[in-house]
């Protein structure tokens, strides 16, 4: 499970507050305070009756913000198992909501103004069957026809905007003899030199494998000779997957023996396109327009789990004459273009970039623009000449940066305290002892905690913005024609404060998935 920090908790808990009310939030907040629980236990730690927390964790379910999957475990007595349905947050999939608005905007400049119908249906309910989509789409007065709009969906399934919903209750089956829980998680996912959680296990266990996921093919009216590949497949699946049959009561027959596949919109897809689209104004903002260019024709279509992109000259020359600004670019330019990222590196005219070397470099500037913005520029030299993590003692930054010798020692005193630069106090020995104060930067801690102040701050934002909607609310609640001048004022103010808000508030975001979901 990722890591969340406690602002952003308390973020996640006021998104759903917001969205959900009191009673599915306490639910929620249960959740992320105290990790995986079975039912009995939200009940007991929650202090709320049986049906009001299953009908919680349905609404969690149905808007992707819980995973429930069944736990086989040990019996009471010898050979025996039990099997009991456990509920874990998806706290990442709480913070999304925060960019619904991003997503749209995203798929509908990737793809055409049509798809914002459909995926704003399945950003507001969660989860759908094509039905529904569809059903929605014509209710919405926004035109087109069943035809066409199933067309729309078809293109956001093919674009991996749109995928099919994770099973709903995946089994955890008891290792087998011989085998290693660590061993079966990591099937999935072939990197698995770290420990694999259980929740990691739950999740690789409840989505589909791609060809399954993406696959439209079982819908109505298909062609039944896919149909028939398709059920094969899942077959095969099926096998591979089995580990030992176990029978147990599904605590969640959400699905009410509905055979129509489920959909949602695929969130690793739009935050994959946003890691890229970051890494190109990196680009843009660091070089120039040219260099942007370049870089996205590079990353075109990149997954999220690759993190180095390596192409020939030519290929990248090939795929920067396909944009429109590339178009008027030569060979040459290309090359002296790509010559000049710090960030690229080149063997025998193949050129590789790494996105997490730019993601990093993103993030350090970010918080340079935070030192920059908080404690003036002398700190942000100060902070900068720490950046690479090797330990400085006073004079030696104040010579570097060419701030007075007796105001460094001010600001550095500034920054420890607010635990952005840590300090260590150095006894020399000989006779005549002397003491120097060491100054240094730790990264992981520091990035840790600018993160929860990010999520503070977007609290505080997303907490301002609630506020003016009420205000608003009230005033929309006095006749809106005949209204006064002074009412007609005061909501031309509210409306500007709140695009103002809003604003603020996706430009957080933007920092906020920086730090925590492009590495
Ligand atoms: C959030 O608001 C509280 C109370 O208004 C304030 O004390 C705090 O400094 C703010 N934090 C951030 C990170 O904006």
Same mark, same amino acid.
Request: proline share 3%.
């Given at each position: 499970?990722?890591?969340?920090?406690?602002?952003?908790?308390?973020?996640?808990?006021?998104?759903?507050?917001?969205?959900?009310?009191?009673?599915?939030?306490?639910?929620?907040?249960?959740?992320?305070?105290?990790?995986?629980?079975?039912?009995?236990?939200?009940?007991?730690?929650?202090?709320?009756?049986? +049906?009001?927390?299953?009908?919680?964790?349905?609404?969690?379910?149905?808007? /992707?913000?819980? *995973?429930?999957?069944?736990?086989?475990?040990?019996?009471?007595?010898?050979?025996?198992?039990?099997?009991?349905? *456990?509920?874990?947050?998806?706290?990442? /999939?709480?913070?999304?909501?925060?960019?619904?608005? $991003?997503?749209?905007?995203?798929?509908?400049?990737?793809?055409?103004?049509?798809?914002?119908?459909?995926?704003?249906?399945?950003? *507001?309910?969660?989860? #759908?069957?094509?039905?529904?989509?569809?059903?929605?789409?014509?209710?919405?007065?926004?035109?087109?026809?069943?035809?066409?709009?199933?067309?729309?969906?078809?293109?956001?399934?093919? /674009?991996?905007?749109?995928?099919?919903? &994770?099973?709903?209750?995946?089994?955890?089956?008891? =290792?087998?003899?011989?085998?290693?829980?660590?061993?079966?998680?990591?099937?999935?996912?072939?990197?698995?030199?770290?420990?694999?959680?259980?929740?990691?296990?739950?999740?690789?266990?409840?989505? &589909?494998?791609?060809?399954?996921?993406?696959?439209?093919?079982?819908?109505?009216?298909?062609?039944?000779?896919?149909? $028939?590949?398709?059920?094969?497949?899942?077959?095969?699946?099926?096998?591979?997957? $089995?580990?030992?049959?176990?029978?147990?009561?599904?605590? #969640?027959?959400?699905?009410?023996?509905?055979?129509? &596949?489920?959909?949602?919109? /695929?969130?690793?897809?739009?935050?994959?396109?946003?890691?890229?689209?970051?890494?190109? @104004?990196?680009?843009?903002?660091?070089?120039?327009?040219?260099?942007?260019?370049?870089?996205?024709?590079?990353?075109?279509?990149?997954?999220?789990?690759?993190?180095?992109?390596?192409?020939?000259?030519?290929?990248?020359?090939? @795929?920067?004459? $396909?944009?429109?600004?590339? #178009?008027?670019?030569?060979?040459?330019?290309?090359?002296?273009?790509?010559?000049?990222? +710090?960030?690229?590196?080149?063997?025998?005219?193949?050129?590789?970039?790494?996105?997490?070397?730019?993601?990093?470099?993103?993030?350090?500037?970010?918080?340079?623009?935070?030192?920059?913005?908080?404690?003036?520029?002398?700190?942000?030299?100060?902070?900068?000449?720490?950046?690479?993590?090797?330990?400085? +003692?006073?004079?030696?930054?104040?010579?570097?940066?060419?701030?007075?010798?007796?105001?460094?020692?001010?600001?550095?005193?500034? #920054?420890?305290?607010?635990?952005?630069?840590?300090?260590?106090?150095?006894?020399?020995?000989?006779?005549?002892?002397?003491?120097?104060?060491?100054?240094?930067?730790?990264?992981?801690?520091?990035?840790? *905690?600018?993160?929860?102040?990010?999520?503070?701050?977007?609290?505080?934002?997303?907490?301002?913005?609630?506020?003016?909607?009420?205000?608003?609310?009230?005033?929309?609640?006095?006749?809106?024609?005949?209204? =006064? =001048?002074?009412?007609?004022?005061?909501?031309?103010?509210?409306?500007?404060?709140?695009?103002?808000?809003?604003?603020?508030?996706?430009?957080?975001?933007?920092?906020?998935?920086?730090?925590?979901?492009?590495?």
């Amino acid at each position: 499970m990722a890591t969340s920090t406690p602002y952003g908790i308390k973020l996640a808990v006021h998104l759903i507050v917001n969205d959900f009310g009191n009673i599915v939030s306490k639910v929620c907040e249960c959740l992320l305070r105290r990790g995986t629980l079975s039912k009995a236990l939200i009940c007991r730690f929650t202090d709320l009756p049986q +049906d009001k927390v299953k009908k919680s964790l349905w609404v969690l379910i149905q808007h /992707n913000c819980v *995973q429930a999957f069944a736990l086989e475990q040990e019996g009471g007595g010898r050979d025996t198992t039990v099997v009991v349905t *456990q509920y874990m947050v998806l706290f990442n /999939n709480i913070i999304h909501r925060l960019r619904f608005s $991003k997503f749209a905007t995203l798929a509908t400049n990737d793809l055409d103004k049509e798809v914002f119908e459909i995926l704003e249906g399945l950003l *507001q309910h969660g989860r #759908l069957t094509l039905t529904q989509i569809l059903d929605r789409a014509l209710d919405s007065h926004s035109g087109g026809s069943k035809d066409t709009h199933r067309e729309t969906f078809i293109k956001l399934v093919q /674009n991996r905007f749109v995928e099919r919903c &994770p099973a709903v209750e995946p089994l955890i089956a008891l =290792p087998t003899d011989g085998e290693t829980p660590a061993k079966k998680g990591g099937g999935r996912s072939k990197k698995s030199k770290k420990e694999v959680t259980l929740e990691e296990r739950a999740l690789a266990a409840a989505i &589909p494998m791609d060809a399954e996921r993406f696959s439209i093919t079982s819908d109505d009216g298909i062609d039944s000779d896919e149909e $028939k590949k398709e059920k094969l497949s899942g077959l095969k699946v099926g096998e591979k997957r $089995k580990q030992r049959k176990v029978e147990w009561d599904s605590e #969640l027959d959400i699905m009410g023996g509905k055979k129509e &596949p489920v959909w949602r919109v /695929n969130f690793d897809e739009f935050i994959n396109r946003l890691r890229i689209k970051a890494c190109v @104004e990196y680009a843009r903002a660091e070089y120039d327009n040219a260099a942007a260019v370049i870089l996205g024709s590079m990353l075109e279509g990149t997954k999220r789990t690759e993190s180095e992109v390596s192409l020939s000259l030519d290929s990248i020359f090939e @795929e920067v004459i $396909k944009s429109k600004e590339g #178009l008027t670019m030569n060979l040459e330019r290309v090359r002296s273009s790509l010559e000049q990222l +710090d960030f690229c590196s080149e063997v025998d005219d193949t050129y590789s970039v790494n996105l997490k070397d730019i993601i990093q470099k993103a993030q350090l500037e970010e918080v340079e623009s935070i030192v920059k913005k908080r404690y003036g520029i002398e700190a942000f030299r100060m902070f900068r000449s720490l950046s690479n993590g090797r330990p400085l +003692d006073t004079d030696k930054i104040s010579d570097r940066t060419f701030v007075d010798k007796k105001i460094t020692p001010q600001i550095l005193y500034k #920054l420890w305290k607010d635990n952005y630069i840590q300090m260590e106090k150095v006894t020399t020995g000989g006779p005549r002892q002397t003491d120097f104060f060491l100054w240094r930067i730790k990264k992981d801690n520091l990035w840790h *905690q600018i993160l929860d102040e990010l999520y503070h701050a977007a609290l505080n934002l997303s907490l301002r913005y609630v506020h003016e909607v009420d205000q608003d609310r009230e005033i929309l609640n006095l006749s809106a024609e005949k209204a =006064p =001048p002074e009412v007609v004022k005061r909501k031309e103010r509210l409306k500007k404060v709140r695009i103002l808000l809003d604003s603020s508030l996706m430009k957080l975001d933007d920092a906020i998935m920086l730090f925590h979901d492009f590495l």
